[in-house]
């Protein structure tokens, strides 16, 4: 059986590994919950957008919101990435692993003053704009700021980009980005409003896109803008096309990296755009499949209707699932020749959405370890303190090395920072 994040995450004999380790042995080491990930998989995800465009004027942002953990960002800033982010709290983030602000990109649909102010002054790359309204409020705190921001838009080239209607961004009706047809109106707002200085475009049509077709459209319709917009005498410098490459969960086959960005870069190129600085924000397809959500099986719950495998990994730990009926993979750390059953693997944590996966058939018993596959991205960004439940340590992986990424949450952690009333508070 192969499995997401092969050959990284694969089984030796009855041992399930992540690259040289043990992954029952990292959970003994570490303790449960525990996220584990992969190094080599995550560059080797990375190497895939290198490859296609190595030799051009280029740079992947990676969407730092798919996973944050420090010691992933700097993995990636050692390996020469820019990063995509989305609040202040990011940002801070990507600087605190001493990331230069001039390779960062600031995507979102509402930033505040006070981040637009603070990005200014150390200085990002770009601000991606998404409304009128947020070009005006930029050109008053940069002005203000005695700064020029470099912007670009947003623009929402209204393509379905077939996937979760949650997770779906580049179509008319949600609140993503400019409108096709607005964007040339927008374009000559910007330039000349005082503090900001246009310097690129960019569109996100969605994520965990397996197929091609939505980005191809989606760069015809952004090429076409550009076009109009230059004849309007604005250059527009990079083109920015997003993230949004799909990772395999169960069966589907999305592209890979390499084949959908030359085949983008073979469009751009044929319709004499190949000049410009072209740019990616990947998320998921750099670290979807290069980590882990280990646990620990607390209890076989054997019913009439339905047989429960209780975990000590709960929604609180992985909202996908809960929040997106998303299905993860569940395997068992190490295989057993018992026979299996069929179960629905769920957390502590008193809800009914509260599971994992459902209708998983499994060999395992109570102290065993469970593997969730595929827990690289938007799994520990996502986790929430919900039941008062300390968030997960993590590890990453490289070789047979391993290294503690972050601490365990301890319970004093979780109410730090608030207040009882006073004594006099009647
Ligand atoms: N750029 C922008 C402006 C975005 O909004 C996103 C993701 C990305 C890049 C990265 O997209 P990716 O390559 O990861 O698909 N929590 C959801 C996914 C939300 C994606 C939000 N935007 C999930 O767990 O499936």
Known sequence: MTLPGAPHIAYRGDDLFIEDRRVAELARAHGTPLYAYSRAAMLAALASYQRALAGRDHLICYAMKANSSLAVLQTFAQAGCGFDIVSGGELERVLACGVPASKVVFSGVGKTRAEMRRALEVGVMCFNVESEAELEVLSQVASAAGRIARVSLRVNPDVDAGTHPYISTGLKGNKFGIAHQDALANYQRAAGLPGLHVVGIDCHIGSQITDAGPY?????????????????????????????????YTDEAPPSAEALVTSLLARIDARGHGHRRIMFEPGRSLVGNAGVLVSEVLYVKPGEQRNFCIVDAAMNDLMRPAMYQAWMRIVACRRRDDPTMIFDVVGPVCESGDWLGKDRALAVRAGDCVAVLSAGAYSMTMASNYNTRGRAAEVMVS????????????????????????????
């Open 216 to 248: 191809l459209d989606a760069l015809d319709r952004l090429l076409e803008l550009i076009e109009t917009i230059e004849a309007h005498g604005i250059p527009i410098h990079h083109l920015d096309l997003g993230g949004g490459l799909g990772i395999t």
């Open 399 to 426: 070789g047979d090395r391993v290294w503690l990424i972050r601490d365990r949450e301890q319970p004093s952690e979780l109410f730090r920072g608030e207040h009882l009333l006073p004594a006099n508070a009647g």
